[in-house]
């Protein structure tokens, strides 16, 4: 009697499992999301006073293989919303401009202000030509 009391309980068991019902609630887990956090800020030119945001500016933020990517506005401000607590790197880009890498710190809503250097003018090179035979120029 103990026997098919025990199958009996082992088939109820399975069954209500292979439905899709456990009788067995799971216990707490680790929280599945972690906090989000707003990365907001503004990419300046060096070479100005810093009140002046350069727009059209690209910028990345990557973590641990996770990537984000913005355009700054007319004003040079950008956000990143929804970031783990972590190190992310900010890759900076735009045209006439040097790239620019910078590290931050992520663990509370945070702004910052990234400035970013004008490329240096490129050498002129090729051939000039005036009265008399070709000169190379640097």
């Not at 067995?24 to 707003?38: K, L, M, R, V």
Request: a negative charge; glycine letters at 10%; proline letters at 9%.
């Amino acid at each position: 009697m103990k026997t098919c009391l025990l199958v009996g309980a082992l088939v109820a068991l399975t069954s209500l499992t292979a439905c899709g019902t456990s009788p067995i609630a799971p216990g707490p887990g680790p929280d599945p999301s972690p906090t989000p956090f707003t990365l907001t800020g503004r990419v300046i030119a060096s070479e100005t006073d810093g009140s002046t945001g350069l727009s059209d500016v690209f910028v990345t933020a990557t973590h641990d293989g996770f990537t984000r990517s913005t355009t700054t506005n007319a004003d040079g401000d950008f956000a990143f919303d929804g970031l783990v607590e972590g190190e992310w790197t900010l890759s900076i880009s735009r045209d006439g401009y040097v790239d620019t890498i910078r590290s931050v710190s992520v663990g509370a809503d945070q702004d910052v202000t990234v400035p970013i250097d004008p490329k240096p003018a490129d050498p002129v090179e090729g051939m000039l030509a005036a009265r008399g035979p070709a000169v190379k120029t640097r």
